[in-house]
């Protein structure tokens, strides 16, 4: 008898194709009226804004108008790939307050980030780039500094990125939590309402080949692709990682 040959179509995409089938049943029902319950964090498509953004002008802040911005930097993600939330703290006026502290609130859900920089005015280097380590602090993340000094040609931008969770309904609409600020000046505020928001989208071809490997011990998770990634990076190299688990 002929030996068949390996259908490896079948190997590479039939857990995938079942996280697929689940996604586009949960979808359906969003499109035929039936409310299905998404959990914390999961907002109507009606509400869904990728960015937001606040003033402050008031006594504390010697009438200097101060702003906070909070985007996602993806409008659309998978499960399983990376996002990130950027806050822009800064000023529009003559004022020079200093930043101590910036807690960001992610998604219900969220672990914690895998990756966060700061930029800010450093002397004598001017606008500057490091990488920061976030602790817990409530349900955010907390980044701390003895004093980052703001004036209108130099705010503070903080990036968090997450991963965001498995099985999220394909179609469903994800939305952070706000940010908190402390300082000195009128800068500390709390504004739970600062929020971004993304759509939950299909995972691409390269994204769902390398999870079904990950979720079979024979990929890495350093290989995935973020939201926005090619599938030529990551195909080949997956598919020769699994190729050589049987050499």
């Known amino acids: 008898m002929a030996l068949q040959p ?92 200093y930043l101590s502290s910036i807690v960001d609130y992610p998604p219900a859900g969220f672990g914690a980030p895998v990756k966060a920089t700061i930029k800010r005015f450093t002397f004598p280097s001017g606008q500057d780039t490091a990488t920061v380590t976030p602790v817990p602090s409530g349900s955010g993340y907390k980044v701390s500094s003895p004093g980052i000094s703001i004036n209108s040609s130099n705010p503070v931008t903080l990036e968090m990125t997450y991963r965001v969770p498995d099985d999220l309904p394909v179609g469903s609409t994800v939305t952070s939590g706000g940010i908190k600020t402390g300082g000195t000046v009128g800068i500390g505020e709390n504004l739970p309402n600062l929020t971004a928001c993304f759509t939950v989208r299909e995972p691409n071809a390269g994204e769902a080949v390398t999870g079904s490997l990950d979720s079979g011990g024979l990929g890495s998770s350093e290989g995935q692709l973020s939201s926005t990634g090619s599938i030529s990076e990551v195909l080949g190299d997956t598919i020769a990682r699994f190729l050589k688990n049987f050499s």
């Open 6 to 97: 390996i259908n490896w179509r079948f190997i590479l995409s039939h857990n995938p194709m079942r996280r697929a089938a689940a996604r586009a049943a949960s979808a359906a029902l969003v499109v035929t009226g039936l409310t299905v319950g998404l959990g914390a964090g999961v907002a109507g498509a009606a509400e869904c804004s990728q960015t937001s953004h606040a003033t402050k002008n008031n006594i504390s802040t010697v009438w200097v108008t101060h702003t906070y911005d909070k985007t996602v930097t993806a409008s659309q993600a998978a499960s399983g790939t990376e996002v990130t939330y950027k806050t822009v703290v800064g000023t529009s006026g003559i004022g020079n307050p």
